[in-house]
Protein backbone atom coordinates (compact mmCIF):
# COMPACT_ATOMS: atom_id res chain seq x y z
CA UNK A 1 0.00 0.00 0.00
CA UNK A 2 1.35 3.43 -1.35
CA UNK A 3 1.11 5.91 1.82
CA UNK A 4 1.99 9.41 1.47
CA UNK A 5 2.41 12.21 4.02
CA UNK A 6 1.35 15.74 2.74
CA UNK A 7 2.69 17.96 5.91
CA UNK A 8 2.31 21.59 6.56
CA UNK A 9 1.04 24.04 8.86
CA UNK A 10 -2.25 24.96 7.09
CA UNK A 11 -2.85 28.45 8.62
CA UNK A 12 -5.05 28.61 7.03
CA UNK A 13 -5.74 26.00 4.40
CA UNK A 14 -5.73 27.56 1.05
CA UNK A 15 -7.06 26.73 -2.70
CA UNK A 16 -3.37 25.84 -3.49
CA UNK A 17 -3.73 23.20 -0.48
CA UNK A 18 -6.78 21.92 -1.48
CA UNK A 19 -5.77 21.26 -4.69
CA UNK A 20 -2.59 19.56 -4.07
CA UNK A 21 -4.06 17.08 -1.66
CA UNK A 22 -7.22 15.96 -4.25
CA UNK A 23 -4.11 16.13 -6.95
CA UNK A 24 -1.61 13.57 -4.78
CA UNK A 25 -4.78 11.66 -3.36
CA UNK A 26 -5.06 10.57 -6.94
CA UNK A 27 -1.56 8.81 -7.00
CA UNK A 28 -1.42 7.23 -3.68
CA UNK A 29 -3.41 4.31 -1.71
CA UNK A 30 -3.59 6.69 1.16
CA UNK A 31 -2.83 10.07 1.73
CA UNK A 32 -2.54 12.00 5.43
CA UNK A 33 -2.56 15.27 5.43
CA UNK A 34 -0.10 16.22 8.89
CA UNK A 35 -1.34 19.17 10.22
CA UNK A 36 2.41 20.27 11.86
CA UNK A 37 2.18 21.62 15.82
CA UNK A 38 4.89 24.58 15.71
CA UNK A 39 5.45 25.38 18.86
CA UNK A 40 7.78 28.38 17.90
CA UNK A 41 5.37 29.83 15.64
CA UNK A 42 1.96 31.59 16.42
CA UNK A 43 -0.91 30.34 14.21
CA UNK A 44 -4.43 32.34 13.67
CA UNK A 45 -5.91 28.82 14.46
CA UNK A 46 -4.96 26.43 16.84
CA UNK A 47 -4.14 22.69 16.26
CA UNK A 48 -7.22 21.49 16.73
CA UNK A 49 -9.23 23.74 14.52
CA UNK A 50 -7.17 23.02 11.53
CA UNK A 51 -7.43 19.52 11.64
CA UNK A 52 -11.20 19.98 11.92
CA UNK A 53 -11.05 22.53 8.94
CA UNK A 54 -9.05 20.07 6.65
CA UNK A 55 -11.22 16.98 8.03
CA UNK A 56 -14.26 19.31 6.89
CA UNK A 57 -13.20 20.39 3.52
CA UNK A 58 -11.91 16.79 2.75
CA UNK A 59 -14.59 14.59 3.79
CA UNK A 60 -15.71 13.61 0.66
CA UNK A 61 -12.19 11.84 -0.44
CA UNK A 62 -12.07 8.52 0.71
CA UNK A 63 -8.37 8.03 0.95
CA UNK A 64 -7.44 11.14 2.68
CA UNK A 65 -6.98 11.50 6.41
CA UNK A 66 -6.30 14.70 8.47
CA UNK A 67 -4.17 13.95 11.81
CA UNK A 68 -1.57 16.50 13.30
CA UNK A 69 1.73 15.65 14.53
CA UNK A 70 5.02 17.58 15.97
CA UNK A 71 8.57 16.52 15.62
CA UNK A 72 10.45 15.36 13.28
CA UNK A 73 8.63 14.52 9.76
CA UNK A 74 10.04 11.27 9.33
CA UNK A 75 8.58 10.00 12.98
CA UNK A 76 5.14 10.59 11.70
CA UNK A 77 5.93 9.02 8.61
CA UNK A 78 7.50 5.24 10.70
CA UNK A 79 4.47 6.11 13.02
CA UNK A 80 1.29 6.15 9.65
CA UNK A 81 4.01 3.35 7.88
CA UNK A 82 4.53 6.09 5.08
CA UNK A 83 7.28 6.32 2.96
CA UNK A 84 6.01 9.17 0.63
CA UNK A 85 5.92 13.05 1.29
CA UNK A 86 3.95 15.14 -0.93
CA UNK A 87 5.14 18.79 -1.26
CA UNK A 88 4.06 21.68 -3.36
CA UNK A 89 6.11 24.35 -5.62
CA UNK A 90 5.03 27.25 -6.13
CA UNK A 91 7.65 29.14 -8.02
CA UNK A 92 11.64 28.29 -8.66
CA UNK A 93 12.29 29.98 -4.76
CA UNK A 94 10.41 27.22 -3.05
CA UNK A 95 13.05 24.61 -5.11
CA UNK A 96 16.41 25.19 -3.09
CA UNK A 97 14.48 24.94 0.49
CA UNK A 98 12.68 22.01 -0.52
CA UNK A 99 15.81 20.26 -1.79
CA UNK A 100 17.58 20.79 1.58
CA UNK A 101 14.56 19.45 3.15
CA UNK A 102 14.09 16.25 1.35
CA UNK A 103 17.70 15.72 1.34
CA UNK A 104 18.02 15.88 5.10
CA UNK A 105 14.64 13.74 5.24
CA UNK A 106 16.38 10.75 2.66
CA UNK A 107 19.41 11.37 5.18
CA UNK A 108 17.31 10.08 7.94
CA UNK A 109 15.71 7.41 6.66
CA UNK A 110 16.36 6.66 3.34
CA UNK A 111 13.22 4.78 2.53
CA UNK A 112 11.74 7.61 2.26
CA UNK A 113 11.07 9.41 -1.01
CA UNK A 114 9.80 13.21 -1.49
CA UNK A 115 7.51 14.02 -4.45
CA UNK A 116 7.11 17.68 -5.55
CA UNK A 117 3.64 18.65 -7.40
CA UNK A 118 3.60 22.18 -9.52
CA UNK A 119 1.12 24.36 -7.93
CA UNK A 120 -1.52 25.74 -10.56
CA UNK A 121 -0.83 28.75 -12.18
CA UNK A 122 -4.38 30.12 -10.21
CA UNK A 123 -3.18 28.96 -7.13
CA UNK A 124 0.62 29.88 -7.44
CA UNK A 125 0.59 33.57 -5.72
CA UNK A 126 -1.16 32.05 -2.70
CA UNK A 127 0.50 31.23 0.74
CA UNK A 128 -1.10 31.64 3.99
CA UNK A 129 0.38 34.46 4.82
CA UNK A 130 -0.69 37.06 2.32
CA UNK A 131 -4.45 35.07 3.14
CA UNK A 132 -3.91 36.09 6.39
CA UNK A 133 -3.28 39.62 5.64
CA UNK A 134 -5.53 40.47 3.19
CA UNK A 135 -8.69 38.60 5.39
CA UNK A 136 -7.11 40.67 8.42
CA UNK A 137 -7.85 44.16 6.39
CA UNK A 138 -11.38 42.89 5.56
CA UNK A 139 -9.84 42.07 1.69
CA UNK A 140 -11.64 39.41 -0.65
CA UNK A 141 -10.56 36.29 0.32
CA UNK A 142 -13.10 34.03 -1.70
CA UNK A 143 -10.87 33.02 -4.50
CA UNK A 144 -7.99 31.90 -2.09
CA UNK A 145 -9.79 29.77 0.07
CA UNK A 146 -12.31 27.43 0.08
CA UNK A 147 -15.47 28.17 1.64
CA UNK A 148 -15.24 26.96 5.23
CA UNK A 149 -11.61 28.49 5.50
CA UNK A 150 -13.27 31.89 4.72
CA UNK A 151 -16.05 31.62 7.49
CA UNK A 152 -13.58 29.88 9.74
CA UNK A 153 -11.52 32.95 9.21
CA UNK A 154 -14.34 35.93 8.81
CA UNK A 155 -15.29 34.66 12.74
CA UNK A 156 -12.18 34.31 13.76
CA UNK A 157 -11.39 37.92 12.95
CA UNK A 158 -14.36 39.07 14.00
CA UNK A 159 -13.98 37.53 17.51
CA UNK A 160 -10.55 38.98 17.77
CA UNK A 161 -12.04 42.31 17.47
CA UNK A 162 -14.67 42.28 19.83
Given at each position: MRIAVYPGSFDPATNGHLDIIKRSAKLVDKLIVGVLKNN???PLFSTDERVELLKRLT??????????????LVDFLKE?????IV?????????EYEL??????????NNIETICLITRVEYSFLSASIVKE???????????????TAEY???????NKS
Amino acid sequence: MRIAVYPGSFDPATNGHLDIIKRSAKLVDKLIVGVLKNNSKQPLFSTDERVELLKRLTKDMENVEVDSFSGLLVDFLKEKHATIIVRGFRAVSDFEYELQIAQTNYSLDNNIETICLITRVEYSFLSASIVKEVAMYGGDISKMVPLETAEYMNKKFKDNKS
